[in-house]
């Protein structure tokens, strides 16, 4: 087992990235910490890893409220005895142009998106660096490398979030703390099952423009999560890993042989 007596605590993992994550980490021997938002969702997914004979604990937090926050690291430690690896996972997403977002959602959208990653990483290096060892993973985005029409707060959050990994990991890598951020493209998380659902025709049409040409499954981005927390990965620092079906491999400009991906 690659995380045998390690405690791993992932935020937003009540459903989609966050829960197949902690359900992988899980069978490789780690102690795992669920925080969600939703409560019955964090619950859920606990008990699904004790029943698989796995360790874990469930916390309902919101990773906006910088208490909650606190109390999060507390709980991982109190219950487990240390804290090994922190997946700062959780979002919240509102979509429209730009000049047309409020004040207060562009700030929600920074406070859980962004500034709850800074401070859940700070709290987490309090308990890290005196045992000088430690992995946190981020999630980023391919909306942090490139911008979506609409999603403007989203691309400004995970580019923080890239950048935000790059800073933690030269600040804290002589302190034995390694940081990695891990950039999916489009996942099968409830947010993009209900737009297949809603929106077929831009659905399809976002699948046609994976190079690989189908969405990507929660288990694959907790994969490249299991790798960089884990010893494996020793020299990786600073890294971001895109996993996207080849998504940002294009220029997106049409083929000049007069053909499609199949050619």
Not at 255 to 263: C, E, I, N, Q
């Amino acid at each position: 087992m690659r995380l045998k007596d390690k405690v791993a605590l992932i935020s937003g993992s009540g459903s989609g990235i966050g829960e197949a994550t902690a359900k992988r980490l899980a069978l490789e021997g780690a102690a795992v910490v669920v925080v969600d938002l939703n409560e019955e969702g964090a619950r859920r997914v606990a008990d699904e890893i004790r029943g698989a004979g796995g360790k874990a604990e469930a916390l309902h937090a919101n990773v906006g409220n910088p208490a909650e926050v606190e109390n999060m690291i507390k709980f991982a430690v109190d219950k487990f005895g240390q804290l090994d690896i922190l997946h700062n996972n959780a979002m919240r997403l509102y979509t429209g142009r730009l000049g047309e977002m409020s004040l207060d959602n562009w700030r929600k959208s920074v406070e859980v998106g962004l500034t709850s990653y800074f401070y859940a990483t700070r709290c987490a290096l309090e308990v890290m660096v005196p045992r000088r060892k430690g992995a946190i993973i981020n999630t980023g985005s391919v909306s942090g490398l490139a911008a979506d029409y609409g999603l403007g707060a989203y691309n400004a959050i995970k580019a923080g979030v890239i950048n935000l990994t790059r800073a933690t990991a030269i600040e804290y890598a002589r302190k034995g703390i390694r940081c990695n951020a891990v950039c999916p493209g489009a996942i099968m998380t409830p947010p993009i099952v209900k737009m297949r659902s809603a929106l077929p025709d831009l659905a399809k049409t976002t699948e046609q423009a994976i190079p690989m040409g189908r969405y990507g499954e929660p288990i694959e981005i907790a994969n490249v999560v299991l790798f960089l927390a884990s010893d494996e990965a020793s020299y990786v620092n600073g890294a971001f890993i895109v996993a996207d079906g080849g998504l940002t491999a294009h220029t997106g400009i049409p083929s000049v042989a007069g053909s499609g991906p199949d050619w």
